[in-house]
T-cell receptor, first 109, second 116 residues
Framework: GQNIDQPTEMTATEGAIVQINCTYQ??????LFWYQQHAGEAPTFLSY??LDGLEEKGRFSSFLSRSKGYSYLLLKELQMKDSASYLC??????????WGAGTKLIIKP | GAVVSQHPSRVICKSGTSVKIECRSL??????MFWYRQFPKQSLMLMAT?????????EQGVEKDKFLINHASLTLSTLTVTSAHPEDSSFYIC????????????FGPGTRLTVT
């Protein structure tokens, strides 16, 4: 079966750095997405990785290791507005998105 | 670019009635549209995938006669919840995949359905 694992909840302090991990087992791989979702809103795109390595975009970076079936989202200089759920999703061989359950990130002052 | 709209954003209806939700890609043509449902504090659950001009493909456990999907054009898909019941109350989100991209999905803002 297809499976994506990420922690249910994480807590971090404003101004700090947090890393949200995601491991996956899917039938085929055509890339991995990270989305941010605030409560009551639709997901918004953060990043897309299809090759191994680190992609940096401002305060957010995403890393992928295809051989390990592993990705992480790194958030730096955390702000209160970063409190949200972060969803990891893998595009499988049929170009269908397989979703993780999401990680709720709580930022404390 | 790549904007997806949904209408209505919020709807309250009585049990037994039907509700139609529209999903439009505003500035691109969408070969494929997806309909998701999300219950509070849970992740997105894919309900169905629809391609323009063909029948939708429903995920296991989703009743196709209850959740009618029509994808009549490259910019519009509709989801009709028929004979709605309180347990259908949820956040319904559509997404669209562009003809240009084979991978990214662009999400609509979602529709909050409450069935009383």
């Amino acid at each position: 079966g297809q499976n994506i694992d990420q922690p249910t909840e994480m807590t971090a302090t404003e101004g700090a750095i947090v890393q949200i991990n995601c491991t996956y087992q899917t039938s085929g791989f055509n890339g991995l997405f990270w989305y941010q979702q605030h409560a009551g809103e639709a997901p918004t795109f953060l990043s897309y990785n299809v090759l191994d390595g680190l992609e940096e975009k401002g305060r957010f970076s995403s890393f992928l290791s295809r051989s390990k079936g592993y990705s992480y989202l790194l958030l730096k200089e955390l702000q209160m507005k970063d409190s949200a759920s972060y969803l990891c999703a893998v595009l499988d061989s049929n170009y269908q998105l397989i979703w993780g359950a999401g990680t709720k990130l709580i930022i404390k002052p | 670019g790549a904007v997806v709209s949904q209408h209505p954003s919020r709807v309250i209806c009585k049990s037994g009635t039907s509700v139609k939700i529209e999903c439009r890609s505003l500035d691109f043509q969408a070969t494929t549209m997806f309909w998701y449902r999300q219950f509070p504090k849970q992740s997105l659950m894919l309900m169905a995938t629809s391609n323009e001009g063909s029948k939708a493909t429903y995920e296991q456990g989703v009743e196709k006669d209850k959740f009618l999907i029509n994808h009549a054009s490259l910019t519009l898909s509709t989801l009709t919840v028929t004979s709605a019941h309180p347990e259908d109350s949820s956040f319904y989100i559509c997404s669209a995949r562009s003809i240009r991209d084979s991978y990214e999905q662009y999400f609509g803002p979602g529709t909050r359905l409450t069935v009383t």
